[in-house]
T-cell receptor, first 109, second 111 residues
Framework: AQSVTQPDIHITVSEGASLELRCNYSYGATPYLFWYVQSPGQGLQLLLKYFSGDTLVQGIKGFEAEFKRSQSSFNLRKPSVHWSDAAEYFCGCDYKLSFGAGTTVTVRA | DAGVTQSPTHLIKTRGQQVTLRCSPK?????VSWYQQALGQGPQFIFQ???????QRGNFPDRFSGHQFPNYSSELNVNALLLGDSALYLCASSLGQTEQYFGPGTRLTVT
């Protein structure tokens, strides 16, 4: 069974609009959770991570994510998207070092 | 401070051949993990090395093997290549089980 699920394959958002990417995990204990971004032909860059403590975590490039145990979710948000945010985003967890299938974000002018 | 480096950048091999990919971890990191990323897919975990031992392994056949050296660098070997092995191979390093830092990857094409 997949440990991490990203329900949205592709999201299109206008520049300046808000963005939310969904991530759900299936794991008994509280996992370590991550969000990575991948630009075309590049490796993965860590945006933010959750290990424990405050459930709202801040990352780089203006991103934040909220861990909700009751919903087994770790959604990524950004209040105002820039054209440079167009990329593929992956949610991952430390359980068997799993990643979701990714969400492609397209930003329209 | 150099990040994670991988070599080569690109590689073309023929079915049945063997290939070795190399990874140097970020300075101060002692753990190396390897991933396979097929086109349009998320990274799939192959295995992880720590203290020169394979610590975890994903659902990959024995054709995929690895090694970690005393300087923490690592190699991924794939034998009897199949067309389906064509992918981007990513190496990630970490200090123990903390967050991973990824290299740019090696693009392997099997013809």
């Amino acid at each position: 069974a997949q440990s991490v699920t990203q329900p949205d394959i592709h999201i299109t958002v206008s520049e300046g609009a808000s963005l939310e990417l969904r991530c759900n995990y299936s794991y008994g204990a509280t996992p370590y959770l991550f969000w990575y971004v991948q630009s075309p032909g590049q490796g993965l860059q860590l945006l933010l991570k959750y290990f424990s403590g405050d459930t709202l975590v801040q990352g780089i490039k203006g991103f934040e994510a909220e861990f909700k145990r009751s919903q087994s979710s770790f959604n990524l948000r950004k209040p105002s998207v820039h054209w440079s945010d167009a990329a593929e985003y992956f949610c991952g967890c430390d359980y068997k070092l799993s990643f979701g299938a990714g969400t492609t974000v397209t930003v329209r002018a | 401070d150099a990040g994670v480096t991988q070599s080569p950048t690109h590689l073309i091999k023929t079915r049945g051949q063997q290939v070795t990919l190399r990874c140097s971890p970020k300075s101060g990191h002692d753990t190396v993990s390897w991933y396979q990323q097929a086109l349009g897919q998320g990274p799939q975990f192959i295995f992880q090395y720590y203290e020169e031992e394979e610590r975890q392994r994903g659902n990959f056949p024995d054709r995929f093997s690895g090694h970690q050296f005393p300087n923490y660098s690592s190699e991924l070997n794939v034998n009897a290549l199949l067309l389906g092995d064509s992918a981007l191979y990513l190496c990630a390093s970490s200090l123990g089980q903390t967050e991973q830092y990824f290299g740019p990857g090696t693009r392997l094409t099997v013809t």
